[in-house]
Nanobody
Framework: EVQLVESGGGLVQAGGSLRLSCAVS????????IGWFRQVPGKEREGVSS????????YYADSVKGRFTISSDNAKNTVYLQMNSLKPEDTAVYYC????????????????????WGQGTQVTVSS
């Protein structure tokens, strides 16, 4: 069973930084993809970034390109989302998600591509 546990959320001022972590367990190889999503009340969950663990390809939403960086530490089975230059509009609950199907970037932002989800961590950016 795949399990994902997020951590690292919190309150930060605009312009600041946070690093989210997603501890991953249950996969027996590197053939999987981790996505980061975020959601605010009343809105759909949106894709922020994705990382193919096997070939290390990364994908980003336009709204976070140049500010967020996704990476992994395979020895720790952890995926990170480094968030810099945070803006109030980045405020949301952030979720990591996993899929064992590598789609080589197509539909990385689609929630239906992922079948395991973490519990979420709140990120609040004050102006």
């Amino acid at each position: 069973e795949v399990q994902l546990v997020e951590s690292g959320g919190g309150l930060v001022q605009a312009g600041g930084s946070l690093r989210l972590s997603c501890a991953v367990s249950g996969f027996t190889s590197d053939d999987y993809v981790i996505g980061w999503f975020r959601q605010v009340p009343g809105k759909e969950r949106e894709g922020v970034s994705s990382l193919d663990i096997y070939d290390k390809r990364t994908y980003y939403a336009d709204s976070v390109k140049g500010r967020f960086t996704i990476s992994s530490d395979n020895a720790k089975n952890t995926v990170y989302l480094q968030m810099n230059s945070l803006k109030p509009e980045d405020t949301a609950v952030y979720y990591c998600a996993a899929t064992g199907v590598r789609s080589y970037g197509s539909n990385w932002y689609d929630v239906y591509e992922y079948d395991s989800w973490g519990q979420g961590t709140q990120v609040t950016v004050s102006s």
